[in-house]
């Protein structure tokens, strides 16, 4: 009923006009710095009723309840988290009773300050739990859907998401926060972020907070094209700045509404405001988007995947090759470090598949000797973490994809769902949940069937089931199922036939393995790169192979062969018998050593993150001919690869993740090396690089903050993080106690940034000889240079390279 009424709303045709900032406008209406917000707003119910309902008269057709830190997490900083339920509950009727009727009840969920697997600590499984706490109290108090918003790690989002569907059936709207490059925090692009959310069951997508609505206009354009649901903007109020002493963004309700109708051109159908808009905001803003009609929302549907840092469109992107390698067949290396829990052949692997063209990695674990689902979940949590190409996810047991599938980070592939009444009985219904692409494999409980019009049939069979299930076509990638022509010489035109039917007739999209092709034969690569390329003339979309490989090969003679015109391979063999039955001229099978230059292999280990064996490589440095010392090794190994790190970060091609593994990956070296340091430099002091950091008083967001606090000790800096909400004379205090060099100070509100300049006032007044570092999402360079600080930073990295400036310290 309540989901009815939703789609009511979005069907009518007209621009959905959501509400503005709460928790400025409450500050104003009396609410301390300090509080929790959440109990403040119950304690005084007045004051949200009405601020609530004037964004009603305004327009206002969605309202959010005023839950933006009503998770279990967010509780807890005010010993609330035992009252999560009763909370939620309580805002939401209010809200209920603010809306009376004239508007939809969103419930509001948010960020948590903690990032879930892989890109922080907290496993994802606990994160949807606790997002569960808060969804319970919110359907208690009677929502009519929910929305998650500011969201900056799709992992979060995601967690968020399942929370909710696995709770109800109700709407759910899903707004990530991206900067001004286009990217959220943890690198993810718009396009990504819609392919992820949209597969997963969002009804809903779209950009709000971080900047104003002129610049979120390209990110909804860029979303558009590949968006099948509604698109919503929320924009701030353009940026803050410090007037007067009082923070004042830089747009008013004119200039802010005037942006409204090019977000609707753009394609976006839900408009709001954030930080710094009013109910003036928005009664202007409806006034200028009335009378016209909503984008229409493409229901043509496209095929696609996607990473935590990027979106493909099999089909409509250029062909697509699926790196094989991450297999442990015929690789005793990797039987190996899978076998002891080692991840870095597995790197290796992803690694050197992207330098050569993979646009997706295929990962199968299946081996004897050990737990396939376990190490498929860490191995699925490492690649999403540093990988930026889509998964797809190769195993015969439905436990194991379903369980990867649920904690992978974007929209995968799964490999492969067949005929077999049990496999697609089990796994139809886990793509549909999970939103997943699949190969479909066209073999039944009869085997597999030797001739194409079979095949094709059992094609048609899945294709239903999965309709009925709720999959469309573009979700489906069949594969041809290449038998050897060495056994059967018309199996390669029974898979080429496959190819055409399914590719022209059906539409759908097709996928190749090609090694079986050319098993027992002389010459494989010349025979697996024609056929590929007389599949791709059949419309082949995908294939699984070696992107090694030299794929551009098309020999006359293989082409005789695979058209099954050389009866036992006769002519073939007797060019190529000169080439064994393995001959490929591609990397070898065999395990890859580590190359001559111990400096080299140290020095990318680094770059790439890699943890694992990084004490070896320090000691094989360090016994390296030349007799290099430690310091040199600092020098010329991890210094190095962390500036290059850096350099790939600002390029944007590393983003967070990696900036943090690789920051790990140096601290771990670094500590192999720090005795032999000590006993040549002698002991140097701590204070030399001691930080004092906190986020201000009255503020009581921290992600940023403890980002940056994680990113200065990796890079060798002692950190005394104090927390949120902290006065100036706890912080000042405390760099007196530590003999600090660097006070550095978080703020991610406009009303909260003004207590930035009071620490310096009283710094200077105590007579402490201490730099000032600034930060946080809405400080600028300017306004650092107003206050009397000593530099700011717009990121993690740009933090740690101001803290080296300032200590002296340069890397």
Not at 86 to 109: F, P
Request: hydrophobic share 40%; proline share 5%; aromatic share 6%.
């Amino acid at each position: 009923m309540k989901k009815d009424k939703f789609n009511r709303l979005l069907n009518k045709g007209k621009v959905v006009i959501l509400d503005g900032s709460t928790g400025v406008a409450l500050q104003k209406k009396g609410m301390p710095k300090g509080v929790c917000p959440e109990q403040w707003a119950i304690d005084n119910k007045q004051q949200l009723l009405e601020l609530q309902r004037e964004y009603v008269d305004a327009g206002s057709m969605i309202l959010y309840t005023f839950t933006f830190g009503g998770n279990p997490v967010k509780l807890s900083e005010f010993g609330l988290k035992d009252r999560t339920f009763e909370i939620n509950k309580k805002l939401a009727e209010i809200s209920g009773e603010a809306a009376a009727g004239r508007a939809l009840v969103a419930g509001d969920i948010a960020p948590t300050g903690h990032f879930p697997e892989p890109f922080g600590e907290v496993p994802f499984e606990d994160m949807v739990n606790c997002f569960k706490e808060q969804v319970k109290g919110l359907l208690a108090g009677g929502v009519d859907l929910f929305v998650i918003e500011t969201m900056l790690d799709i992992q979060e989002a995601r967690a968020a998401l399942l929370a909710v569907k696995e709770s109800c059936n109700l709407p759910v709207m899903v707004s990530m926060t991206f900067d001004n490059g286009g990217k959220t925090l943890m690198g993810t692009d718009p396009a990504a972020a819609l392919v992820t959310l949209q597969s997963l069951g969002a009804d809903v997508v779209g950009v709000n907070c971080s900047t104003g609505p002129k610049e979120m206009i390209d990110v909804i354009k860029t979303m558009k094209p590949h968006a099948r649901v509604p698109l919503l903007a929320k924009p701030n109020a353009g940026l803050p700045g410090l007037v007067n002493g009082q923070t004042v963004f830089d747009m008013d309700a004119g200039s802010f509404c005037a942006m409204a109708k090019p977000l609707v051109e753009a394609g976006a159908t839900l408009i709001g405001g954030c930080c710094g808009t009013s109910p003036d905001f928005i009664k202007q803003t409806a006034l200028q988007v009335k009378g016209m009609k909503a984008p229409a929302v493409n229901k043509n549907m496209e095929s696609s995947l996607s990473s935590a840092r990027m979106a493909i469109f099999p089909g409509k992107d250029r062909f697509i090759l699926i790196g094989e390698r991450i297999n442990p067949t015929g690789k005793k290396q990797l039987q190996s470090e899978l076998k002891e829990g080692m991840e870095s052949e597995v790197r290796r692997f992803a690694f050197e598949q992207a330098q050569k063209g993979a646009s997706i990695l295929d990962v199968n674990v299946g081996m004897p000797g050990i737990d396939e689902k376990i190490v498929m979940l860490k191995t699925i949590k490492m690649l999403g973490a540093v990988s930026p190409l889509p998964l797809c996810i190769d195993s015969s047991a439905p436990e194991v994809i379903e369980a990867a599938l649920r904690v992978y980070p974007g929209k995968a592939l799964i490999n492969s769902i067949s005929g077999e009444k049990h496999k697609y009985e089990k796994m139809l219904p886990l793509a549909a949940k999970y939103g997943a692409m699949f190969i479909l494999l066209p073999l039944d409980d009869r085997g597999i069937p030797g001739k194409s019009i079979d095949r094709v049939r059992i094609v048609k069979t899945v294709a239903a089931k999965a309709k009925k299930a709720g999959i469309g076509p573009h979700e489906i990638a069949v594969d041809g199922l290449v038998m050897t022509v060495s056994a059967d010489r018309k199996a390669a035109v029974e898979t080429l036939n496959v190819i055409l039917q399914c590719s022209k007739k059906l539409k759908l999209n097709t996928v190749i393995g090609l090694s079986n092709v050319s098993f027992g034969l002389p010459g494989r690569q010349i025979i697996n790169s024609t056929f590929l390329n007389m599949a791709k003339d059949k419309g082949l979309t995908m294939a699984i192979a070696n992107p090694a490989m030299d794929l551009s090969v098309r020999d006359p003679d293989a082409e005789l062969l695979l058209q099954g015109r050389d009866a036992n391979a006769k002519n073939f063999i007797a060019k190529y018998a000169v080439l064994s039955p393995n001959a490929q001229n591609t990397k070898s099978e065999e395990v890859k050593t580590a190359g001559p230059d111990p400096y080299k292999n140290l020095q990318e280990a680094v770059i790439r993150g890699e943890t694992e064996g990084i004490d070896a490589l320090v000691n094989a440095a360090l016994q390296a001919p030349e007799k290099h010392p430690a310091a040199t090794i600092v020098d010329m190994c991890l210094i190095a690869a962390i500036n290059e790190v850096g350099q790939k970060y600002e390029k944007k091609e590393y983003f967070l993740p990696q900036l943090i593994q690789s920051a790990e990956a140096m601290k771990k070296a670094f500590a192999v090396l720090a005795p032999l340091l000590e006993k040549t430099q002698g002991d140097r002091p701590d204070n030399a690089k001691t930080v004092v950091l906190a986020t201000v008083k009255g503020d009581i967001h921290d992600i940023g903050k403890n980002i940056v606090a994680l990113m200065l000790r990796n890079y060798g800096f002692t950190v005394h993080d104090l927390g949120k909400d902290i006065d100036e004379y706890t912080i000042v205090r405390k760099a007196k106690e530590t003999g600090a060099q660097i006070i550095a100070l978080s703020a991610l509100m406009t009303t909260t940034m003004i207590e930035m300049p009071k620490v310096i006032e009283l710094a200077k007044k105590e007579g402490l000889n201490v730099k000032f570092m600034i930060g946080g999402a809405v400080v600028t360079q300017s306004y650092a240079d107003e206050i009397g600080a000593d530099g700011y930073s717009k990121d993690a990295y740009d933090a740690v390279r101001l803290a080296q400036r300032l200590s002296g310290k340069q890397l």
